[in-house]
């Protein structure tokens, strides 16, 4: 991620993943989801095809572009919600008789990544946790910025998760329902060569995917700019 680190299903270069964990509309949930598919079949079928032949970096760039696009309550189109089930992180609902014992659902991901310019390199490590129990979620992070090139005078590094499932009366569309950052709100002042950063948060939803995006940034005395993208492998 120029900048930018993504969890997918497998490895990303933003921190891209969703997963579900409402109890109520669990089965439904799939179920619409499934027959969105099949509406907007006639719709995507163009552009799936072209979607087969993506990059990862388009792939991410586009799960980036989505989760912009929507505000919180907002109803997806028919081509984004394809997508999102086709690149982003899906829920591990379990079936219809485990919905009422259902367990917390931890994913933890191996962060990793190297970038350099004229003025500045570094390296990015560490890991990101998305925990999801029904209703209650949280992310956390402990990631370290090394700078292996220049002299650092400030410091960012963010951890933004984006999640999709259902909204409106009894989850009658797809669309974003959470989209929480933890980290550093803004540059922090620092002339230290190794950035830790570690934080938490808990934020209510009924996931079905999410993806989320690690970025890390730094800046020299001069004005120059360096961010790190990084990839990830689920643990």
């Not at 930018?4 to 619409?32: R, Y």
Request: hydrophobic content about 35%.
């Amino acid at each position: 991620m120029g900048g930018i680190l993504m969890l997918k299903k497998v490895v990303s270069t933003t921190l891209p993943a969703v997963l579900g964990l409402g109890l109520a509309n669990v089965s439904s949930a799939s179920n619409d989801f499934q027959k969105a598919e099949t509406d907007a079949s006639q719709i995507v079928e163009v552009t799936s095809s072209q979607n087969a032949n993506l990059s990862k970096e388009e792939i991410d760039n586009k799960l980036q572009e989505i989760a912009d696009k929507y505000d919180i309550g907002e109803k997806m189109s028919l081509e984004d919600q394809r997508f999102v089930q086709s690149y982003a992180m899906k829920a591990n609902n379990g079936t219809n008789d485990e919905i009422s014992v259902r367990s917390i659902q931890d994913d933890t991901w191996k962060v990793s990544g190297v970038d350099s310019n004229s003025a500045l390199g570094g390296t990015l490590s560490g890991t990101v946790k998305v925990s999801l129990n029904m209703w209650s979620n949280n992310i956390s992070c402990n990631l370290t910025t090394n700078v292996t090139k220049g002299a650092p005078n400030s410091h960012k590094t963010t951890v933004r998760i984006v999640a999709y499932g259902f909204i409106g009366g009894g989850g009658t569309y797809a669309g974003k329902v959470a989209d929480e950052t933890i980290g550093n709100s803004s540059f922090v002042s620092s002339t230290a060569k190794s950035w830790p950063t570690t934080d938490s948060k808990g934020f209510g939803a009924n996931v079905l995917y999410y993806d989320c995006t690690v970025k890390s940034e730094i800046q020299d005395a001069n004005g120059s700019y360096l961010g790190i993208q990084g990839s990830a492998t689920l643990q």
